[in-house]
């Protein structure tokens, strides 16, 4: 005998209900005010519900029929459901009792809980607590689109699950009869924790197009972005250096702010190599440790070793500290690892410590930098200048009516090989300080400025007309000024605000003889439309030019009027030089009287999709170009984009570059679904990616970097060949390959570094931002 059916609301009966809630709403509206009537905002939906909260929240039933006993137990049969504030479980047949807060289903069983979908013929639920079993489950997890299936699911909480004979792959299922993902991972038993948002098989197989590649008795991945301590995927590569290349990291999660990865690399041409790497992330600073050590190098017959460190922080009182050391065991190491540490690649490694103070208008700097110069036989280089100590120090303001000044001081001892440098060392102490009072207007700008610089040597030993002293003292004057006309117009149909803005800088400095000086870290600057309106010529304190030169120069803007976005800017400048320039750099030739090269140049951006930029150096002697540099970039989506420069420095150089990463699929008409950045463009897609540089002087490709990605939809695959320049008659080529089983891990040595570091706005096919919503798979 079937009990009477209760009184409740569990009963769906959608015209009672509507016709209640306007009898109630007419009772309510008499008594009340009509302002409290008015709609309000509503929180907004919360990802996570305290489990107190949960508790006290009511929970729904609803199917064809129902029948049961009122705070006992609810059968419900056909199209059963129950539901609350963060899970549903659906059924052909349910019965949930009240006391022990416990469902039965049987018959597609559906549940959804926070976004993770779990399907099965029978299920058993503590609801609340989210304990209990499904019989042959499939489930979808929601944070890395991971799906499986299993003998049997058991669930211990909200949080934690244990999978029995279980699949898992991300590959999305096809909706046949059987499930055959490209990837998966077959284990005894999966232990998954939501909590740490990791999981962990025991007594697995991973099977890539149905072939074994990796029996594991047990390991750890993530079932997140989220960050997890545990041995990575070993690293395969291969080069011409150092042969093939076997890796295998281990990474600590030491904290939210704190990790740090450990490897050994077996490298068939050399060797066992032991590295690591540290990263911290504290408020106050921040920092990176890097180290490797080979105990012995079969190739090079010694032991080999680097180190790099990097930290950036602020100190109390105002003060900050600034490290960055790299060094390495012999002058060899760069053109051999080159795939280490980027810092440690180079033949230049700095050690540089810089102690800074600043309060209100006043700063000051102590800093100690030491270089370690790689040398090379058959293309050495002359080591740059420690500086042993260098002690800054720089005071400014407004003094009034108009009035700014500042005050630099700065004291260093250089130190390095005077065989080499050809020059003594020798301490250098300079003062220069500076007055301007500069009017500007919406229209115009006028800025006088005095400066006077003075230096001070003293040497280790005698220059060559015998002095150990040595003093220079030289005053400037200069004069800036300009006017920025504007008018609204037009072009190609566009509506956009247009400047003319013309520029008059004059200087003089007059001679003082500075020739006979040592050169300790001074060169002249580049020549360009920042540049040329500046009183010295060289960047450093060992020379001050003497200049009696008036710049004269014209740029027009086109600006968006209602946005102020720059389409294009266009600039011309020249230097009209009343008396011929004498101080200069050893080797250099004086600067004659008249007119200087000529700067055109000039930055377009009519639409986002694509810039172009140009700047030429345009000798009127000659009718020539001394030097030229010509790019642009296309880029119209996501993956899609192409760069290209030519530059060319008469005499010296004249080379193409161009880089790109563009999908290949395009070639046949099929362009891809835009899916947003970090998630590709559909699967069944190839892209290439490349970076090319030729010198058109030497007729020869310089480096060179060319690759390919697939996108299968749940792994990708990338193959990437490179070849680096490190002397006019070697270079370093290595094959880099990786599988990527997208959600669990990455296989084989990254190129992803590479092709950032490489390729200008180059993508991630897979490069997860944001964390799913559970209102993304909402039920």
């Not at 006992?72 to 549903?88: D, F, H, K, M, P």
């Not at 090269?597 to 001394?626: C, H, M, Y």
């Not at 290209?644 to 420095?649: F, V």
Request: charge should be neutral; charged fraction near 20%.
């Amino acid at each position: 005998m079937k009990p009477p059916k209760p009184r409740s609301p569990c009963r769906r009966t959608p015209v009672a209900v509507l016709v209640a809630g306007l009898l109630e709403g007419v009772a309510w509206a008499q008594g009340a005010d009509v302002d409290a009537m008015k709609l309000r905002r509503t929180p907004l939906l919360e990802e996570r519900i305290p489990s107190l909260v949960r508790r006290d929240m009511p929970t729904f039933l609803s199917g064809d029929s129902l029948n049961g006993q009122i705070d006992e137990r609810v059968v419900i049969e056909g199209q059963a459901e129950l539901r609350n504030r963060s899970t549903v479980l659906r059924g052909d047949w349910l019965q949930y009792t009240l006391p022990d807060d416990t469902a039965r289903a049987r018959g597609n069983v559906r549940i959804n809980r926070e976004g993770n979908v779990y399907q099965a013929p029978e299920a058993e639920l503590e609801v609340e607590a989210f304990r209990g079993y499904l019989t042959k489950p499939t489930f979808d997890l929601l944070r890395n689109g991971a799906q499986g299936d299993a003998e049997r699911m058991d669930f211990l909480d909200d949080k934690h699950a244990i999978l029995h004979n279980a699949r898992y792959s991300t590959c999305r299922r096809d909706g046949g009869p059987e499930w055959l993902p490209d990837w998966v991972l077959k284990a005894q038993r999966i232990n998954i924790d939501n909590e740490d948002e990791t999981g962990v098989a025991e007594g697995a197989t991973l099977r890539f197009m149905d072939i074994p590649i990796l029996p594991i008795p047990e390991i750890s991945f993530p079932l997140s972005s989220k960050r997890k301590s545990g041995f990575l995927t070993p690293i395969i590569g291969l080069g011409n250096v150092n042969g093939v290349e076997v890796s295998q990291p281990y990474y600590l999660n030491l904290a939210p702010n704190r990790d740090a990865t450990v490897w050994g690399t077996l490298m068939s041409k050399r060797g066992v190599d032991l590295a690591g790497e540290f990263r911290y992330l504290e408020a106050p600073y921040q920092g990176q440790i890097w180290g490797n050590y080979m105990p012995w190098d079969r190739l090079r017959d010694e032991k080999r070793w680097g180190f790099a460190a990097v930290h950036n922080g602020t100190l109390p009182g105002g003060m900050g500290l600034n490290l960055n050391l790299n060094r390495v065991s012999d002058d060899n190491y760069w053109k051999d690892f080159t795939r280490v540490s980027t810092s440690l690649t180079t033949r230049l490694l700095p050690s540089d410590a810089n102690l800074t103070w600043s309060q209100g208008g006043f700063s000051a700097a102590a800093r100690a930098l030491y270089w370690q110069t790689l040398q090379d036989s058959s293309a050495p280089i002359t080591p740059p200048y420690n500086r042993m100590p260098q002690l800054t120090a720089r005071y400014g303001g407004s003094a009034g009516a108009g009035f700014d000044y500042s005050v630099n001081a700065d004291y260093t001892k250089f130190e390095s090989v005077p065989s080499l440098t050809g020059q003594p060392n020798g301490q250098r102490a300079f003062v220069a300080a500076q007055v301007s009072r500069p009017w500007i207007q919406p229209g115009a700008f006028v800025t006088p400025k005095l400066m006077l610089q003075a230096t001070n040597y003293a040497f280790d030993g005698n220059l060559s007309n015998g002095d150990a002293r040595a003093n220079v003292t030289v005053p400037t004057v200069s004069l800036d000024s300009g006017l920025i006309f504007e008018r609204d117009t037009s072009y190609f149909g566009r509506d956009l605000r247009q400047t003319l803005e013309p520029r008059a800088f004059y200087v003089y400095t007059p001679y003082r003889n500075q020739n006979y000086l040592p050169n300790y870290d001074t060169t002249s600057f580049d020549y360009n439309f920042t540049t040329i309106y500046q009183e010295n010529s060289y960047a450093g304190n060992d020379r001050i030019a003497d200049n009696n030169l008036l710049t004269l120069g014209l740029s027009t803007r086109l600006l968006d009027p209602a946005t102020g976005a720059q389409a294009a800017q266009l600039g011309i400048a020249n230097r009209l030089r009343f008396s011929a320039q004498q101080v200069t750099l050893p080797g250099q030739a004086p600067v004659p009287t008249g007119w200087s090269d000529i700067l055109v140049g000039g930055i377009v951006n009519w639409d986002p999709r694509w810039s172009a930029r140009a700047f030429i150096e345009f000798d009127a002697k000659t009718a020539s170009s001394v030097r030229t540099t010509v790019g642009g970039t296309y880029n119209p989506g996501n993956y899609r984009v192409f760069n290209a420069a030519y530059r060319l420095q008469a005499g010296t150089s004249e080379t193409l570059d161009v880089g790109w990463q563009w999908p290949i699929n395009d070639l046949w008409g099929d362009t891809g679904l835009e899916l947003g950045k970090g998630k590709g463009q559909g699967p069944g897609r190839w892209y290439t990616v490349g970076r090319m540089s030729y010198s058109l002087m030497n007729r020869q490709l310089t480096d060179a970097l060319l690759g390919f990605e697939y996108d299968a939809g749940c792994w990708l695959t990338r193959i990437v060949v490179s070849r680096l320049q490190t002397s006019t008659s070697s270079a370093n080529t290595n094959i880099t390959m990786q599988l990527e089983l997208v959600g669990f891990s990455r296989l084989g040595t990254s190129p992803l570094k590479t092709l950032r570091d490489h390729i200008s706005r180059y993508q991630y096919l897979r490069d997860q931002t944001t964390t799913p919503s559970r209102f993304s798979n909402y039920d």
